[in-house]
């Protein structure tokens, strides 16, 4: 079966901390996509980044960066000198690419990450 | 830049009654989802939906469901009878036909049944 575990269910932390956000991910299919979107307090989706299974290059992003591990099924994000604004809930999710796919996201059960000033 | 709307963005109704939730895709893309998140909790997938037929949909997605692009632009998820449980937030979500890898999503519309 598939499935995404994020197994932080809230992290608190003071601004300008390093924080990692945990996720590990089970399927046996060779061909998928893993993805971070992030719902600030508004309520919106907003996709942050997809990696695909053959590509396991970490990614930096300004202050986020992303560890992608096939030999963990892990799919970490760490956020370098966290600010206020990044407070919100941070889900990773599953796409599963075979060839007859509807492409559905899988959801982990998403982490909430509080920044305090 | 180009994104997914939804309206409304709060629908309140009455147990029972049915509602039509709307969502205008971005232009040029070709799949279509509805998503289901219950306050608190994770997001779920409904129903996928490509050249005009539902391509997957979940247990959730029973015969109360449906959905439909009436006229090639809009795509509505309709309850027939909403429940007490049918109270979520409902995103539309929508990929390219190039990249339909990455879904960009809606705001949402909060639907409380009463």
């Known amino acids: 079966a598939q499935k995404v575990t994020q197994a932080q269910t809230e992290i608190s932390v003071v601004e300008k901390e390093d924080v990692t956000l945990d996720c590990v991910y089970e399927t046996r299919d060779t061909t998928y996509y893993l993805f971070w979107y992030k719902q600030p307090p508004s309520g919106e989706l907003v996709f942050l980044i997809r990696r695909n299974s053959f590509d396991e290059q970490n990614e930096i992003s300004g202050r986020y960066s992303w560890n992608f591990q096939k030999s963990t099924s892990s799919f970490n994000f760490t956020i370098t000198a966290s600010q206020v604004v990044d407070s919100a809930v941070y889900f990773c999710?599953?796409?599963?690419?075979?060839?007859?796919?509807?492409?559905?996201?899988?959801f982990g059960s998403g982490t909430r990450l509080l920044v305090r000033p | 830049e180009p994104e997914v709307t939804q309206t409304p963005s709060h629908q309140v109704t009455q147990m029972g009654q049915e509602v039509i939730l709307r969502c205008v895709p971005i232009s040029n893309h070709l799949y279509f989802y509805w998503y289901r998140q219950i306050l608190g909790q994770k997001v779920e997938f409904l129903v996928s939906?490509?050249?005009?037929?539902?391509?997957?949909k979940s247990e959730i997605f029973d015969d109360q469901f449906s959905v439909e692009r009436p006229d090639g632009s809009n795509f509505t998820l309709k309850i027939r009878s909403t429940k007490l449980e049918d109270s979520a937030m409902y995103f539309c979500?929508?990929?390219?036909?190039?990249?339909?890898?990455?879904?960009?999503f809606g705001p949402g519309t909060r639907l409380t049944v009463l």
């Open positions: 979500a929508t990929a390219g036909g190039r990249g339909r890898d990455t879904q960009y």
């Open positions: 939906f490509y050249n005009n037929e539902i391509s997957e």
């Open positions: 999710a599953l796409i599963l690419a075979w060839m007859d796919s509807s492409y559905k996201l899988i």
